[in-house]
């Protein structure tokens, strides 16, 4: 039976392609910029036990009151501010778009970037305006806020540090965009465990910031969990369009006891900005390849043919990620993660390899 799906989905649904997320079976996985340690064994234990006693037949605290408490103390978001929970940051950035998107509404934001800034306006029906990074992937300044300008954005989007350059833009820069946005200004820090900067203790300043971050890159990616925190009056408006149970029970309980513990997760994100400066001198040092400074737990790098070498590390079972097609600018580029020192060598051994 055939079915009339290009006559009822919206034009802008059919243009797009599903999220890829390739196979990773066998390979060392070095493409989605995850925590290459668990929680240790003891801890493991601990957390089996208490998700044990959940009541799994009960819905979750719509308000997880107790998670965001213990977020509130750990990564110390001012006074004054709220605190909104997601099914990791991709969850908040749709429920965003999906508050603000009036007719005729723009989202500003860099590129290249994040995929589901644009993703998240044009599901939202937002006109999505993206300002073009300078070729070593800087900050153009006066063209973001010509841009801010011209659209009057009701949100514009910075990630900080930049996914997938990692780059880290000026402090004086942002302010800039916080002064000239006439709309909401989300930062997200995704990245914020591996970066030198943040704007958390910034919110009180600004009554039109968020700030965004997740707990994937802590270790946590499984769980799914992301916040932002901002001025109630922004938070209150964008929990209208929050599913009543959009976080479960066995997340909840999960980040709450890895908060309670959170020295681990911060020793992990120490040895993984430790690994980051060796990872990319020895990538820098190898014929062909030129190294982007990056505040992430990721690198990128450009070699030549990158498509071949991506395919070359993947056949000796390292999956990195390949950007080539991603952006005028990420012409033969590549992406790795930051990883363990076992799993670095490894990646390099491969890389030297494929070449």
Known sequence: MTTHAAQIIRPEILAIGAYPVPDATGCIKLDAMENPYGLPAELRTALAARLADLALNRYPLPTSDALRARIREVYKVPAGSEIMLGNGSDELISLIALACGRPGAALVSLAPTFVMYEVSAKFAG??????????????????????????????????????????????????????????????????????????????????????????????????????????PDWLREFDKVRAPYNVNVLTQTTVEFALEHHAVLEDQAARLRAERPGLAAALAALPGVEVFPSDANFILFRVADAAAVFDRLKSR???????????????????????????????????????
């Open 126 to 231: 937002l006109r999505y305006v993206p300002v073009t990074l300078n070729p070593d992937f800087t900050l153009d300044l006066p063209r973001l806020l010509a841009a801010i300008a011209e659209h009057k954005p009701a949100i514009v989007y910075l990630a900080y540090p930049n996914n997938p350059t990692g780059t880290l833009y000026p402090r004086a820069a942002i302010e800039a965009v916080l002064h000239a946005a006439p709309g909401l200004v989300v930062i997200d820090e995704a990245y914020n465990a591996f970066a030198s900067d943040s704007f958390m203790r910034d919110l009180s300043r600004w009554p039109n910031l968020i700030v965004m971050r997740t707990m994937s890159k802590s270790g946590l990616a499984g769980v799914r969990l992301g916040y932002m925190a901002g001025h």
């Open 317 to 355: 079972k390292v999956l990195i990620k390949f950007l080539g097609k991603a952006h005028p600018l990420l012409a033969n580029c590549l992406r790795v993660t930051v990883s363990s020192p076992e799993e670095n060598a490894a990646f390099l051994e491969a890389l030297r390899a494929s070449l």
